[in-house]
């Protein structure tokens, strides 16, 4: 199915993005102060046959087929195409103690407290990694992706802290929340830097 960027309305995404991520997690709250002192656009991805009367319905399913794979397309190209560029995904519907044994968190997982993480970098990155994180990541009322120029390496034991959670946040390229009822995503980047799709 063919998609096309739409340019979103600054006053309108910025309202969902508030909405999305002043009640979450410690990543997702530094990410709004972030965006909000920071020069930046924002866009969403549809199907080109969609009803453009709907594209600030950002609550509303029904429009955004398909969109998750061109996402994860978007998101292994920024990390192939730079190898010190990582990709973090949170997971508001896990806690710290439910993921022993948890395969993607023993691969990719971080924590900050009891708040879980997973960070991909372009040494392990996979489409099908990149599947698993955003599954992960949607629990459908959230999601956050944050694509960041911070060096992640320097996380230690799978434990974040709050320098770290702030250098992902002021260096990010790309985020991405999720939206139309966890079909789709509303993205900003920032103005001053490449065009991520």
Known sequence: MKMKRHELNASSAIKYFERKLNI???LSKQMLVAITSRKGRFFTILPDCIDLNRIYDFDSGGIATGVRERTEIIILKNLNGNNTFY?????????????????LFISVGANY???????????EVSRELLSDCFSYSDAIWHSLCIVTGADCSKIIDKKLDLKNIEDICVDATLVVIGAYDGEGYVFWEPSSEFTSC
């Open 24 to 26: 979450s997690n410690a």
């Open 87 to 103: 990709c973090v995904f949170d997971d508001v519907s896990s806690g710290y103690n439910e993921l022993n044994e948890n395969e």
């Open 113 to 123: 407290l009891n708040e879980i993480y997973y960070v991909v970098g372009a040494k």
